[in-house]
C-alpha cells in the first residue's frame, strides 16, 4: 500500500523537481556519465551500505550539477547532504538496491533524453519508495521487537 509522502520527503523531492527542466536543459555529457558510473556502482554486489549511501548522494549532487546554476547548486547540495543520508540510514536495511539504481537510471535517462516530464515521474517514484520504506520502519521494529 502506498502512503502519502511524509513532509520532510515531499519538501526534498518538490525542491529537487524544481531542478529538473533545468538539468534536462543543460545537461552535458559528463552530468549523464557521472549518474551513470554512480548507477554502476551501486549496481555492485560488492559495494557497502556506506558507499552505497555516498554514491546516491553524488548522484543527486550531480543531478543539480546538472543545472549549470551556481545559486541552486549551493541551496541544494545543504538539502541533499542534510536528507539524503538521513534517508539512507533510515531504510538502508529494507531498500532493494536495484530497485533504486534502476529509479536513478530512469532518472538519468529522462536527463539525458531532455524529457523533464520523465525524469520527473521517475524521481517522484523514487521519492515514494523511499518514502514508503521510511513509513514502514516503525512497523519493522515493533514486528523485531515481538520476534527478536
Avoid at 117 to 135: E, I, M, V
Wanted: charged letters at 30%; a neutral charge; aromatic letters at 4%.
Amino acid at each position: 500500500r502506498q502512503r502519502q509522502m511524509c513532509i520532510r520527503d515531499r519538501a526534498r523531492y518538490t525542491l529537487e523537481a524544481a531542478c529538473l527542466p533545468l538539468a534536462c536543459e543543460r545537461r552535458e555529457k559528463k552530468h549523464i556519465s557521472a549518474m551513470r558510473k554512480e548507477i554502476e556502482l551501486q549496481r555492485g554486489d560488492d559495494i557497502s551500505d556506506e558507499e552505497f549511501c555516498a554514491s546516491d548522494v553524488r548522484f543527486h549532487r550531480t543531478l543539480v550539477e546538472a543545472t549549470a546554476n551556481p545559486v541552486l547548486s549551493f541551496q541544494m547540495v545543504g538539502v541533499i547532504d542534510a536528507m539524503q543520508p538521513l534517508m539512507n540510514m533510515i531504510t538502508y536495511r529494507m531498500r532493494v538496491r536495484t530497485r533504486i539504481a534502476d529509479l536513478h537510471g530512469e532518472v538519468a535517462h529522462s536527463i539525458e533524453e531532455r524529457d523533464p516530464a520523465g525524469a520527473s515521474t521517475a524521481l517522484y517514484s523514487l521519492a515514494t519508495y523511499t518514502n514508503d520504506l521510511a513509513q514502514l520502519m516503525p512497523e519493522e521494529r515493533e514486528r523485531q521487537s515481538k520476534h527478536g
